[in-house]
């Protein structure tokens, strides 16, 4: 995946998370903390992608 697309992915991601924790209303819940950790994968996602392109 390139960087924009990863990056418009994370944003998606990150309203759903916005919305999952207004309906449960808890940051410690199962699915909050899943997807939580799926936001974290595309951000390191996007930073790996901007130091291989440092180092070439």
């Given at each position: 995946?390139?960087?924009?697309?990863?990056?418009?992915?994370l944003e998606q991601m990150q309203h759903q998370l916005?919305?999952?924790v207004?309906?449960?209303g808890s940051f410690v819940d199962?699915?909050?903390v899943e997807?939580?950790?799926e936001?974290?994968?595309?951000?390191?996602?996007?930073q790996?992608?901007?130091?291989?392109e440092k180092v070439e």
């Open positions: 995946m390139e960087e924009q697309e990863l990056k418009r992915h916005y919305r999952l207004e309906q449960i199962p699915q909050v997807l939580s950790q936001i974290d994968d595309v951000v390191l996602g996007i790996r992608l901007r130091m291989k």
